[in-house]
């Protein structure tokens, strides 16, 4: 039952952050299908700018050449298609979600995922040997002596006692 609620934490999450990005990118399709596009371009140039906010020669000269395209009637995925075909995949501000680029979008939460569950299963041995030691009758629990199950309160007066010896012997 508890893998299940964190089955459902993480796809809570996941969506919590996957969703805000998509609704931006569609509302931008929506008002300005250039920018819709452009916003997913890196500019070739070394300037690496993102194409939609690049303020370049080359970068503004891929604007134009989008918006452009658009008025001609050409679709999206021509325009990117294109515009890849001519700078290559470098271009992509996220690769494209299939054959080996899907091991990009795959392998962060995947990686994530483990780590989550290294993290619980070290914590849970951490707690689990803390318990045992706390259990143990006549251990070495408190810094004592085996045999001798300690308190805070009896290892501060050995302490003291300790302590007031050793000023004892400088002061001689």
Not at 21 to 35: F, H, L, M, T
Not at 63 to 84: E, H, P, R, W, Y
Not at 106 to 113: E, R, S
């Amino acid at each position: 039952m508890k893998r299940a609620g964190a089955a459902v934490a993480l796809l809570v999450v996941l969506g919590a952050w996957i969703a805000p990005a998509v609704a931006v990118e569609s509302a931008a399709g929506r008002k300005d299908p250039a920018r819709a596009i452009t916003s997913q371009l890196i500019c070739p140039c070394s300037c690496g700018e993102i194409l939609s906010g690049c303020t370049c020669d080359t970068g503004k000269a891929m604007q134009g050449f989008v918006t452009d395209a658009l008025k001609s009637g050409k679709g999206k995925d021509q325009i990117v298609a294109s515009l890849v075909a001519k700078y290559g995949e470098v271009i992509r501000g996220a690769p494209k979600a299939e054959g080996f680029n899907l091991i990009v979008w795959i392998a962060p939460f995947v990686a994530t995922a483990i780590g989550f569950l290294i993290a619980a299963f070290v914590l849970r041995r951490w707690v689990g040997r803390r318990r045992v030691a706390a259990h143990v009758p006549g251990g070495m629990v408190g810094g004592g002596m085996v045999g001798a199950p300690t308190t805070a309160d009896q290892d501060l007066a050995r302490l003291r006692a300790r302590a007031e010896a050793e000023l004892k012997r400088m002061g001689e």
